[in-house]
């Protein structure tokens, strides 16, 4: 089963997926900690990588393809993957499309504005495990402890990426480039649309759906 999650940022994309994973017996790869690992690991590709996201600027496709590719190469993705956070463009689409490795699906995930600002400002991540919350009483996962990681009981922080005045850049991107991948995959087939505004349980189920009719 592999499969891409895309959607705007905020959309839920990694949480759904942590909670689909064990079902397929699959992983999830966020490009985000790929590039995290590589940074942390100071493998080459990492410090590549690392030069561009300090300046804010996307990193380029072929880096990001060959991460994903060592990724993939793992033995822990034999069974299939979801990922998350690529492609982010129509090129990336096609390059992908043009190495060897095959999708079989693409879940589309939906989300009105003014949702996903509200979300992303309420975003919190554990520094040590990676881990993702969110603060809002409507968020999904809320820390059992204010502000800190259920696994590690540190404080949890607001990633550069989650500040207000960066959200509407991200948001901007998106549109920009992100948002055509939908037709992109729909003239292959591959689409499937969640309604990704509502309650957890509900966008779960519509994305077994997806991923299974
Ligand atoms: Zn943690």
Redesign the pocket.
């Known amino acids: 089963m592999k499969l891409i999650f895309f959607g705007p940022p905020g959309a839920g994309k990694g949480t759904i997926a942590q909670q689909i994973l064990n079902k397929y017996k699959i992983i999830q790869i966020s490009t985000g900690d790929m590039f995290r690992e590589n940074i942390k690991n100071q493998t080459e590709i990492g410090v590549t990588a690392k030069e561009y996201i300090d300046k804010g600027e996307l990193v380029p496709d072929e880096v990001t393809i060959t991460m994903l590719k060592n990724r993939i190469e793992n033995d822990d993705c034999k069974n299939g993957f979801i990922l998350d956070g690529f492609p982010r463009n129509i090129p990336q689409a096609q390059a992908l499309d043009n190495s060897d490795v095959e999708i079989d699906r693409v879940i589309y995930f939906t989300v009105p504005a003014d949702l996903i600002i509200h979300r992303l400002s309420g975003r919190r991540s ?6 993702v919350y969110n603060i809002n009483p409507d968020g999904f996962p809320n820390p059992k402890v204010e502000n800190k ?6 404080d949890l922080f607001q990633r550069a990426d989650d500040i207000p005045a960066t959200i509407k850049d991200r948001l901007d991107i998106y549109r920009e480039q992100t948002e055509p991948l939908a037709e992109y995959y729909e003239k292959q087939g591959k689409l499937k649309k969640v309604n990704a505004d509502g309650e957890i349980q509900r966008i779960i189920d519509d994305t077994i759906n997806a991923i299974e009719n």
Request: glycine content about 0%; some cysteine; proline content about 0%.
């Open positions: 554990c520094k040590q495990c990676n881990k990681c259920d696994v590690c009981n540190i």
